[in-house]
């Protein structure tokens, strides 16, 4: 079957890499997202990645740290590197082939985030793997992944969480919520459903880039989601 989308960009939480024990990572669940990953290479999707850092730090309150926010931000940055940096190790190990790019100048163990070098890469069939978010404090992930997938011009962004979608309710709480199949921006927004942060979703919203939410825990499921199968929940204007 023939990709519905030829460009994505994938959006993973840093806490899906985590093991159930301390350990920041799962060596089986990196793998088995590389694996996912290659599915979708080898059909000739174009692949770019943003990887939270919530598995090595999350920004804590200031009153109780004494860490400022801006600063924590920018440890949360380094930690999206380190994510970035695994699953790029993961990834060339499966066969595919990478660039890891900074958002922030680390020149010895990544290029600098450069757009048009970007799609160059994307283009030569290479997954390209954006790190320390938008370099700015303030800004969470979720923005990072709808920025980059406007300025690289995906056709959607895929969100991998560990549910099948966007739910009435939380479905880990509330036994008898039910799943959308599709859903308008606008609805999200009356129902004060929690896709993406505000910021994020405003991003989506103002430049028509639809959003599908979906397990990426199930294999197989990333592959269906590019052939347009109905997996997970799509988000569109309509």
Known sequence: MLPKYKRILLKLSGEALSSKTADPFDPIIIEQYANEIKTVTDVGVQVALVIGGGNIYRGLNESETGIERAHGDYMGMLATMINGMALQAMLEKVGVFTRLQSAIKMEQIAEPYIRRK???????????????????????????GSLRAIEIKAEVILKGTRVDGIYTADPEKEPTATRFEKISFQECLTRNLKVMDMTAFTLCMENNLPIIVFDMNKPGNLLKVVEGMNVGTLVTQE
């Open 118 to 144: 970007a799609m160059r890469h994307l283009e030569k069939g290479r997954v390209v793997i954006f790190g320390a978010g938008t370099g700015n404090p303030y800004f969470t992930t979720d923005t990072a």
